[in-house]
């Protein structure tokens, strides 16, 4: 079982900067991979950003945070990372974070994922 608790969510200006934490509990933190997913009101939740498990040197981006979000682990800390600039009022919504026991089958589909936080809002104004 893991547990995870996102933080770092707010109000920011268009052209902004936030830093989304995902903090994980358990001993295994490292063997799961991590994604970041938001949904905005009204509409269905979508990939964001996803990173394998362990080394995380294999990272997945939506092509509207493509050279703007960056996907990071700290396995010594448990914790998954969402680095995000340049922000836009499109950006605006729940954020959550995911996680699941393999890095096999698609990083981009939420069904994939064993584990889900209970989200954190971000706000975009324009």
């Known amino acids: 079982q893991v547990q995870l608790v996102e933080s770092g969510g707010g109000l920011v200006q268009a052209g902004g900067s936030l830093r989304l934490s995902c903090a994980a509990s358990?001993?295994?933190?490292?063997?799961?991979?991590m994604g970041w997913f938001r949904q905005a009101p009204g509409k269905e939740r979508e990939f964001v950003a996803a990173?394998?498990?362990?080394?995380?040197?294999?990272?997945n981006y939506a092509d509207s945070v493509k050279g703007r979000f960056t996907i990071s682990r700290d396995n010594a800390k448990n914790t998954v990372y969402l680095q995000m600039n340049s922000l836009k009022p499109e950006d605006t919504g729940v954020y959550f974070c995911?996680?699941?026991?393999?890095?096999?089958?698609?990083?981009?589909?939420?069904?994939?994922?064993?584990?889900w936080g209970q989200g954190t809002q971000v706000t975009v104004s324009s």
């Open positions: 995911a996680a699941r026991g393999s890095n096999s089958g698609s990083a981009y589909t939420g069904r994939e994922y064993d584990y």
């Open positions: 358990g001993r295994t933190f490292s063997s799961y991979a």
């Open positions: 990173i394998i498990s362990w080394s995380g040197r294999v990272t």
